[in-house]
């Protein structure tokens, strides 16, 4: 079998969210999210869950960084919970959220393992959405002083930074489509929210800089990873213009870029609220960008389309998720990623798979051979990314542990750990100890 290894000093990790295993969500001052609000909404996450308990990690971090050092990952991509933090979203800081992130990372630093913390990963303050979330201005500004403020408490022990998780997500998921949190259904909204996510984005950065921040500071994207369904050409371009809205309505500006027109030409009823000065802060230098990726898909040119392409189907497996294992995609992703916009560094920082995980009879082991076959070829796509000249410095598996899978609630498992719902105990499962042989140096990659 051909190999390939990996260059000395890469990073792996593992990746995990606030309101997804944290628990607590009443505990030492946490005010309520928009994800608490949405929970409890009726219909909107399956059987009702909430993220009330999720994987306890708040009370449980110290049994979770050990098998983080067993599994032996470098890194740990966690994210901090805005209302644990600000309640109200601004105004007075809450000292015992700022606590527990100084316990947890004190932990991940005492066992070898550098913090990669994602300053928002959805669960925006209540408060905030009240007053008009993300489509609203002001929410920009409130994110870079909450950002500042991190910075100050918790620089000293962070080695990356991370803005943002998916803005697509929290933009059309959130506030056009109403599937995730908060639930609004409106293109127009979607659009102003995705600019001033962008916004805070840059504000941040600004903020890092003008602080003097140590360690590095990035964003994560989920980008479109797309192909066309055929060679004609129509289709070749349906498939770039799906990059618009799924990439391009992130990447362009944050490089320097204007936002795609084609977009803005479908959309004229959702333009963009952009104020003098905007795009020069969004295009802020950064140090990497983080590439979330999980699956690719085939579409074709569809005329009645306002962005004119179309999803069709495909013959590949797929997930517990529904989404088809695509192990080239992740390799053709990043591959347009550093030809399209210079050569950028990036990290993957999820990639991974749901699967129907179930216990062993005796409780005490977890076979999941569809994870490993998984993550054995997307890491196999990486690793012929960084044969070919992409600046890939890291990837982090999602997800360290099974846990609140937002709208599908607790109905579908990411984790290389299982979690016990009833009881949260900790069962590593099979693919853990496949990512260990991984990190180990154990496992040689071929073509995926």
């Not at 960084?65 to 740990?76: E, H, N, P």
Request: glycine share 10%; charged share 25%; proline share 7%.
């Amino acid at each position: 079998m051909a190999q390939w290894q990996f260059p000395d000093g890469f990073l792996w990790g593992t990746a995990t969210a606030s309101y997804q295993v944290e628990g607590a969500a009443s505990e030492d001052g946490r005010g309520p999210s928009i994800w608490d609000t949405f929970c409890r909404t009726p219909g909107k996450v399956k059987h009702g869950h909430t993220g009330d308990v999720a994987s306890d990690q708040f009370h449980r971090y110290a049994e979770d960084v050990k098998l983080m050092r067993d599994l032996g990952v470098g890194a740990y991509r966690f994210s901090l919970a805005w209302p644990r933090i600000f309640p109200q979203g601004t105004g007075a800081q809450n000292p015992k959220g700022f606590d527990y992130y100084h316990r947890l990372l004190d932990a991940l630093l005492a066992a070898g393992i550098r913090p990669a913390v994602t300053l928002y990963h959805w669960d925006l303050p209540q408060p905030l959405e009240d007053a008009g979330g993300w489509p609203a201005r002001d929410t920009a500004k409130h994110f870079a002083d909450y950002a500042a403020a991190c910075f100050v408490a918790l620089g000293d022990k962070v080695d990356f930074w991370i803005t943002l998780n998916e803005p697509w997500c929290s933009a059309v998921l959130g506030y056009e489509l109403g599937i995730h949190a908060p639930g609004r259904t409106g293109r127009a909204a979607a659009h102003r929210a995705a600019h001033h996510l962008n916004l805070g984005h840059g504000l941040a950065v600004q903020a890092f800089r003008v602080g003097g921040g140590r360690g590095e500071i990035g964003t994560t994207l989920n980008l479109a990873a797309t192909r066309p369904a055929t060679r004609r050409e129509e289709d070749v371009l349906a498939a770039d213009r799906a990059r618009d809205k799924g990439s391009r309505l992130f990447l362009d500006p944050l490089f320097g870029g204007n936002y795609p027109q084609r977009l803005l030409d479908a959309y004229p009823d959702a333009p963009l609220p952009i104020k003098e000065g905007d795009m020069e802060a969004i295009a802020q230098p950064l140090d990497f960008i983080g590439v979330n990726m999980y699956s690719e898909s085939a579409v074709r040119h569809d005329p009645n389309h306002p962005e004119q392409f179309a999803h069709v189907p495909s013959p590949y497996p797929q997930t517990d998720m529904g989404w088809d294992i695509t192990p080239l995609g992740i390799y053709r992703l990043l591959k347009w990623v550093d030809d399209e916009y210079g050569h950028p560094t990036v990290y993957v920082t999820e990639n991974g798979c749901a699967m129907p995980d179930v216990l062993s009879d005796d409780g005490t082991r977890c076979h999941d051979p569809g994870r490993v076959d998984f993550l054995r070829r997307y890491i196999a796509a990486c690793g012929e990314a960084v044969r070919d000249g992409v600046d890939l410095r890291g990837y982090f598996v999602w997800s360290l542990i099974d846990n609140f899978e937002w709208s599908f609630g607790y109905t579908k498992r990411f984790g290389i750990v299982y979690c016990d719902y009833g009881d949260c105990r900790r069962v590593p499962k099979d693919s853990f100890h496949f990512y260990r042989e991984v990190i180990a140096g154990n496992e040689g990659f071929g073509p995926a």
